[in-house]
């Protein structure tokens, strides 16, 4: 799988967007980039994942560049609970059990 | 139903004893996985089961013993540990892509 890179540390203010930036310029052409996110003291969470399209639910969205090699998860309105640290993984194939967690970013939203 | 259920919440276990980790979910999820988590780190993948057979062990000491007794239930039995195998137990399930985590249980070795 390919290896993902990820600021340290992030922070933004409450109501505004939350953009997470995350390079994975190793990226195959059937490898899916995922986001999932830990708040503290609890397991993580699923966000969204993408393969090439840009991708939107009601938890944020996924702008992945036309080469593939890096992306940003957007959190629209961000929120003190959104306070968390984000995990950007690239996994092969859709079906792959195997999830690598790399050191992901830690977002502090303040008020 | 979208849970995925862990107890203990807390253990606390002595390098002798022997205690049991265990995890649940309702959500007809044909994978199930066990990850270890050390302060300040990302999850470890330890073990996968697919479909009630384990089909990852990420070469994880034999002190750690997964179990699949049903496709909703996940084991792992714990035994001789040592003080550095504290850490956050966290327990996920999958029917393809995404992984839905339970709340881990926290384990101190004394």
């Known amino acids: 799988d390919a290896k993902t890179t990820q600021p340290t540390s992030m922070d933004c203010a409450e109501g505004r967007a939350a953009n997470l930036p995350c390079n994975h310029s190793?990226?195959?052409?059937?490898?899916?980039v995922y986001w999932y996110r830990q708040i503290h003291s609890q397991g993580p969470q699923y966000i969204i994942h993408?393969?090439?399209n840009n991708e939107t639910n009601e938890m944020a969205s996924l702008i992945i560049t036309e080469d593939r090699k890096s992306s940003t998860l957007i959190l629209p309105h961000a929120t003190l609970r959104d306070t968390a640290v984000y995990y950007c993984i690239v996994r092969a194939t859709y079906n792959t059990d195997k999830l690598i967690f790399g050191t992901g970013t830690r977002l502090q939203v303040f008020p | 139903d979208t849970e995925v259920t862990q107890t203990p919440k807390h253990l606390v276990m002595g390098m002798t004893n022997k205690k049991s980790l265990k995890c649940e979910q309702h959500?007809?999820?044909?994978?199930m996985y066990w990850y270890k988590q050390k302060a300040k780190k990302p999850p470890e993948l330890m073990f996968v089961?697919?479909?009630?057979?384990?089909?990852i062990n990420e070469s994880v000491p034999s002190r750690f013993s997964p179990e699949c007794p049903n496709s909703s239930l996940l084991n792992l039995h714990l035994h001789a540990l040592q003080p550095e195998d504290s850490a956050l137990y966290l327990c996920?399930?999958?029917?393809?892509?995404?992984?839905?985590f339970g709340p881990g249980t926290r384990l101190t070795v004394t």
């Open positions: 993408g393969l090439k």
């Open positions: 996920a399930s999958s029917q393809a892509g995404e992984q839905y």
């Open positions: 959500m007809g999820h044909r994978a």
């Open positions: 089961y697919s479909y009630e057979k384990l089909s």
């Open positions: 190793t990226i195959s052409g059937n490898e899916y």
